[in-house]
């Protein structure tokens, strides 16, 4: 005969339950318990979300939370001394662009910094000319480069390695920069000699990829194939608006070409001397 086995009434809680009903039953009350702080906390989320997208319109306060953010991520990986320092020196190239956009009588934007992508200015209309357009572009790396003196000096003054690791990063990034390909600063400053350049920029720098694969550069390829193909469009066609951006007094072409030029030497010869192989 089978015998039936009674459940021991020690094993039971009150109310006829085991302990792991009552466990259960204990987990439900406190899911149902943070239901209404959730849905609160979510409500106030949707609102604030308006008010943290206005906070972001006023002049700097948006510009200053992308440049936290940027130090943030930079941060995770180099740590927060390099974040700060790589942060302040794209600060001074970007300004760069700021005051020459404002010397030709054109509203900008202050710097906003993207995580890993560097950072941009946003000018209101274009250049009236590409010489004008060339100046913009070049005024970037010539503070930039002016920027650089200070990791530099601390370097030669204290010999840490981060001021030298500072140092050539902003030769490294203002060189970067001056590749003939839009919408890098070269890319601008060639808009002043011939539209033809863009062409042989976009040429090498899909020739550097073999060798030197970046998602940055295929980014860059991307966006300066588009506008490269839209400005050499017009320009060929004899576009009177096109043909007349275009039109650069020689003397403006000269010290244009002089300037990127010296640039290029500076900024190379800058990175060779501070260049810090890797130990690891």
Known sequence: MSQVTQ??????EPGGLEPRDLERQGRTRDWKR???PLALVAI????LKWLFLAVTKIKFVGAGLSALVSIGAYTVIWGWSFAVGFVALLFVHEMGHVL???REGIPASAPYFIPFLGAVVAMKRMPDDAAAEARVGLAGPVLGSLG?????ALWGLTGDELFQALAF???FLNLFNLLPVLPLDGGRAMAALSPWVWVAGLAALAALMVVWFSPILILVLLL???EVWGRVKAWRAKDPSAMRFHTVAPRDRALILATYLGLVVVLAAGAWATYLPKTF
């Not at 459940?7 to 039971?12: A, K, R, S």
């Open 148 to 152: 650089i003196l200070a990791p530099l």
């Open 7 to 12: 459940p021991d009434p020690y094993d039971l």
């Open 34 to 36: 943070w239901i209404g």
């Open 169 to 171: 990063v902003g030769f």
């Open 100 to 102: 020459q956009l404002r």
């Open 224 to 226: 300066g194939g588009t």
């Open 44 to 47: 106030f989320a949707t609102k």
